[in-house]
Nanobody
């Protein structure tokens, strides 16, 4: 059984920073490509960033590029999302997701590509 647990969300003022963490347990972490998604109230879930098994290849949605950084620590079984210059439009529940992948250097950007999901952590950015 694979479990994903997010942490690091909270309330921050516009322009501030947060670092989200997602720790994976139950299987070999470095077999998984990882992603961060978010879902704002009344909106569909959307990709924010993704990272391959090696950590060497990353993807960012246009709104995240230049402000957010995804990284992973394969020793700590954790993927991170460092978020800076936060805007009220970034307010959402942020979920991490894991995909068991045969490919060392490949990431995934659609939600139906992922096998496992965390419960999510709330990020609220005040103006």
């Amino acid at each position: 059984q694979v479990q994903l647990v997010e942490s690091g969300g909270g309330l921050v003022q516009a322009g501030g920073s947060l670092r989200l963490s997602c720790t994976v347990s139950g299987r070999t972490f470095n077999n998984y490509a990882m992603g961060w998604f978010r879902q704002a109230l009344g909106r569909e879930r959307e990709i924010v960033a993704a990272i391959d098994r090696s950590g060497g290849n990353t993807y960012y949605t246009n709104s995240a590029r230049g402000r957010f950084t995804i990284s992973r620590d394969n020793v700590k079984n954790t993927v991170y999302l460092q978020m800076s210059s936060l805007e009220p439009e970034d307010t959402a529940v942020y979920h991490c997701a894991a995909r068991n992948s045969d490919y060392l250097r490949g990431y995934y950007v659609t939600s139906n590509s992922y096998d496992y999901w965390g419960q999510g952590t709330q990020v609220t950015v005040s103006s």
